[in-house]
């Protein structure tokens, strides 16, 4: 089974524009979440999907939003990019087996991530 | 509210030698637990997850794991350290209605020496 994809690895802006992150979870996963990692402030939950709904959201500012479609593909979205919003952004996705939301137990699966930097 | 805490920023051992890494959690209800490994430019990988079931957690790449409730800790240990074990490891926290959402510790940078 492919892992999670997440595309583009790299990415460079410039202050005030936005961008757009793209997910692929393994197969058969419909649980989606996003992860910032800064050396600063460490791993930090975004939010998560499940079933084109958003289910949890961390405590980031409303710049910060994402969405899933039917086939469980996510996208997140940066707006105003700010100089902070340098980070490695992560994405996780998770199942359970009855397909129902996943229980806290359900392990997370990550990609690679997307390396934004932001000058 | 759920935090980590992952004692040591960086851990440095000779290889063969004994691997700990400490790990710290507070939870207001019983909690699940997962060590996860972050090798450079690549995302998280599961090494083992405690979730009620045996205390004594085995996971992959010969790391274990005990979980102590007394303590509130969850310690991962390697009895002999390999060089490809030089990574980051990361120490997580979840509930039943976390869902996807867990909370990381401030992550250890293991080196290991020849």
């Known amino acids: ?119 | 509210a759920q935090s980590v805490t992952q004692l040591g920023s960086h851990v440095s051992v000779s290889e063969g030698a004994l691997v700990l890494l400490r790990c710290n959690y507070s939870s207001s209800v019983p909690p699940y637990l997962f060590w996860y490994v972050q090798y450079p430019n690549q995302g998280l990988q599961l090494l083992l997850k405690y979730t009620s079931a045996a205390t004594l957690v085995k996971g992959i790449n010969g790391f274990e794991a005990e979980f102590k409730k007394s303590e509130t800790s969850f310690h991962l240990t390697k009895p002999s350290a390999h060089m490809s074990d030089a990574a980051e490891y990361f120490c997580a926290v979840s509930d039943p209605t976390s869902g996807s959402r867990l909370t990381f510790g401030e992550g250890t940078q293991l080196t290991v020496n020849p």
């Open chain 1, 1 to 119: 089974k492919a892992g999670v994809t997440q595309t583009p690895r790299y990415l460079i802006k410039t202050r005030g524009q936005q961008v757009t992150l793209s997910c692929s979870p393994i197969s058969g996963h419909r649980s989606v979440s996003w992860y910032q990692q800064t050396p600063g402030q460490g791993l930090q939950f975004l939010f998560e999907y499940f079933s084109e709904t958003q289910r949890n959201k961390g405590n980031f500012p409303g710049r910060f939003s994402g969405r899933q479609f039917s086939n469980s593909r996510s996208e997140m979205n940066v707006s105003t990019l700010e100089l902070g919003d340098s980070a490695l952004y992560l994405c996780a996705s998770s199942f359970k087996g009855d397909g129902t939301f996943v229980h806290g137990s359900s392990p997370l699966h990550f990609g690679n991530g997307t390396r934004l930097t932001v000058t």
